[in-house]
C-alpha cells in the first residue's frame, strides 16, 4: 500500500470535508464536488450520469454541498455546477505536495 497516497487522502478529507461547516457528506457528494474540481465544472445531466443519479438527485446533493449547505459547490450563470475556490485551493495544494 501506497501510504503516502493514504496519507493524502486522508489530509484532503480533513481539510475539505471535515473543515466545512456541515461535515456529514456522502460518498457521492465527495464525488461529485471531485468531479466538479477535475472538469471544472459539469452539467447538473454530466454529474446524473456520471454519478448514476436522477436530475433531482444531483439537485439534492447540489442544495447540500451548495451556497445554502456545506459551501462547496456553486452555480455560474449558465447553471453549470463549479467548485468553490476554496475548495479547489485545498485540493491543489495538498496534491501539489504528493
Known sequence: MNQRALSSVIKLLEETVVQSEKPEFTCRQLAMVL???EN????????????DLTRGGVSRNYKALGPEGSQCLIRDENGKILPEPKVVDAITHLLDSF
Open 35 to 37: 468531479l466538479c474540481v
Open 40 to 51: 471544472k465544472g459539469m452539467t447538473g445531466t454530466e454529474l446524473a450520469a456520471r454519478l
